[in-house]
């Protein structure tokens, strides 16, 4: 995570809470552009389902962002 991003997302109050660090996170990074969520629902739109949900979901995992 590096110092820097450590220092701006890890607090004394919530350094045993992984959940509110990882709210943190990603309400920081997360994108709010229409284009950038219009490419991200276009990629997920594009998967191919394949034999069931579980190899379909893991399809996804193994997706290279």
Request: glycine residues 2%; proline residues 3%; negative net charge.
């Amino acid at each position: 995570m590096g110092d820097t991003n450590y220092q701006r997302f890890v607090s004394s109050r919530n350094e045993k809470n992984p959940a509110d660090i990882w709210s943190k996170l990603m309400n920081y990074y997360e994108s709010t552009s229409v284009q950038n969520q219009s490419i991200v629902f276009q990629d997920f739109i594009s998967f191919t389902y394949r034999k069931d949900i579980s190899t379909f979901l893991n399809d996804l995992d193994v997706y290279p962002y």
